[in-house]
C-alpha cells in the first residue's frame, strides 16, 4: 500500500487526458492517490478524470483547484460556490474522497481553501491577468478575503481519528516561503493568489507530519519547522522543464 501524490493535472490538455487514460489499471489496485487539484473546469471531464483514477486507484483523496471552480463555460451556473456544491456531487458520485481518510495506519485530510491577500496585495496588472477574476463568479458581498474563510470553516478543526501520522494536503500554498528563491521578480507579482497563511494554521493545529499542496506549478520538498511540504504538480503541456509529469511516491517521508 502506496501512498501517492499529484496535483493540477488539467485534463482540458488532450495530452495530460491521455496520460491520466494511460496510467496502469493494475500497478496501484493496493494504493492510495492524493488529487491537490486543477483538474479541469469542465464537469464532464472532472467526472471522467475522478472516475479513471478511482479505477486504477484502492482510494483516491481529493480537493477542488482554482480552475475547478471556473463557471465562465458554465452557462447554467451562476456562481462558483454553486460549481463548488456540483464538484462535491461529481466526487462522490466517482467514489473520490474529500474527506478525512486512512492510509495504513496515515490520517490523510484535505484542506479546502482560497487566497486572501495574506501573501500580499495584488497589483493592478494582476487584476487584469488573473483569470480567476472573471472565470469565478461570487456573491456579491464575497470578497477572495470572505471566499477564503468560507473554505476555511469547512476544514476539521481536530482529528476524527487518532493517528501515527498526518499527512495533510490543500490545492492552495499555506505559506508564501514555499516559493524558491530563483522565481524571477515580475513572477512575484502572483504571490497574493497563491494561497492563505489560515491552511498554514490549520495544518500546524492538525499536527500535520506532512503537507501537499499544488497551483504554484513549481515541484519542491522543503522542510520548514518540522512539517515536510511536497508539491507535484503535473502541469500544463509546455512545462516540462518545471513538472515531474509523473506520480510522487511519499512513504519514505512518512517513516
Known amino acids: 500500500m502506496r501512498l501517492f501524490a499529484l496535483s493540477d493535472i488539467h485534463v482540458d490538455y488532450p495530452d495530460n487526458a491521455r496520460w491520466v487514460d494511460a496510467l496502469s489499471s493494475e500497478d496501484y489496485r493496493d494504493d492510495t492517490l492524493i488529487l491537490a487539484g486543477d483538474l479541469t473546469e469542465d464537469r464532464h471531464l472532472l467526472a471522467w478524470c475522478l472516475q479513471r483514477f478511482v ?6 483523496l481529493f480537493v477542488p483547484g482554482n480552475h475547478d471552480l471556473w463557471v465562465r463555460r458554465d452557462p447554467d451556473i451562476d456562481c462558483s460556490l454553486r460549481k463548488f456544491d456540483q464538484v462535491l456531487t461529481i466526487a462522490a458520485d466517482a467514489g473520490a474522497w474529500m474527506q478525512p481518510r486512512f492510509h495504513r495506519d496515515t490520517l490523510v485530510v ?14 493592478d496588472d ?13 456573491p456579491d458581498d464575497y470578497g477572495p478575503e470572505r471566499v477564503t474563510e468560507h473554505f ?9 481519528h487518532a493517528a501515527s501520522r498526518v499527512v495533510t494536503f490543500s490545492h492552495f500554498l499555506p505559506r ?8 524571477p521578480r515580475a513572477m512575484r507579482r502572483l504571490d497574493p493568489v497563491l494561497g492563505s497563511s489560515g491552511i498554514e494554521r490549520q495544518l500546524r493545529a492538525l499536527g500535520s507530519d506532512l503537507h501537499v499542496y499544488g497551483h504554484s506549478h513549481i ?28 506520480l510522487l511516491a511519499l512513504d519514505n517521508e512518512l517513516r
Open 55 to 60: 479505477a486504477k486507484f484502492r482510494q483516491v
Open 110 to 123: 484535505p484542506l479546502l481553501g482560497w487566497y486572501d491577500y495574506s501573501f500580499g496585495s495584488p497589483c
Open 126 to 138: 494582476l487584476r487584469v491577468m488573473w483569470m480567476d477574476y472573471r472565470a469565478c463568479r461570487w
Open 152 to 160: 476555511l470553516q469547512m476544514n476539521p478543526d481536530g482529528l476524527p
Open 176 to 183: 508564501i516561503d514555499l516559493i524558491p528563491f530563483f522565481v
Open 219 to 246: 515541484n519542491r520538498r522543503v522542510v520548514i519547522d518540522g512539517v515536510v511540504y511536497v508539491n507535484n504538480a503535473f502541469g500544463y503541456p509546455q512545462e516540462g522543464m518545471i513538472a515531474a509529469r509523473a
